[in-house]
């Protein structure tokens, strides 16, 4: 990856000395360019480098500790009680009797 990095930059320094000696305002782009292909192939280099950690059987207690504090319990599904069920409660237990009750509806209890 090093190589590859080095290939690259060399390869774009024939533009960029291209752009800077007949435009030398352009130096800012110029060194943006740099900035980014530089940052590009280090974020390249990096996730190799993991890639090859990754294989080295000193990472595995590593790895599975993480993926262990990763897991997490999922709650059982909760099953919902259809409206009516004694489970749901009645007509004006939780203060929604003006809205599920049409007008002339006696509320319960009452």
């Given at each position: 990856m090093a190589d590859q990095t080095g290939r690259l930059l060399a390869e774009r320094?024939?533009?960029?000395?291209?752009?800077?000696?007949?435009d030398p305002a352009s130096f800012a782009a110029v060194e943006l360019e740099v900035h980014e292909q530089?940052?590009?192939q280090a974020d390249l280099y990096v996730a190799g480098l993991l890639a090859?950690?990754?294989e080295q059987p000193e990472t595995t207690p590593h790895v599975d500790k993480v993926i262990a504090e990763a897991e997490v319990p999922l709650r059982p599904v909760e099953k919902k009680t259809p409206p009516g069920d004694a489970a749901s409660?009645?007509?004006g237990d939780h203060?929604?009797?003006?809205?599920?009750?049409?007008s002339g509806t006696p509320r319960q209890g009452t």
């Open positions: 320094e024939r533009e960029w000395l291209e752009r800077l000696t007949t530089t940052r590009r090859k950690a990754s409660g009645g007509l203060g929604d009797d003006a809205l599920l009750c049409p």
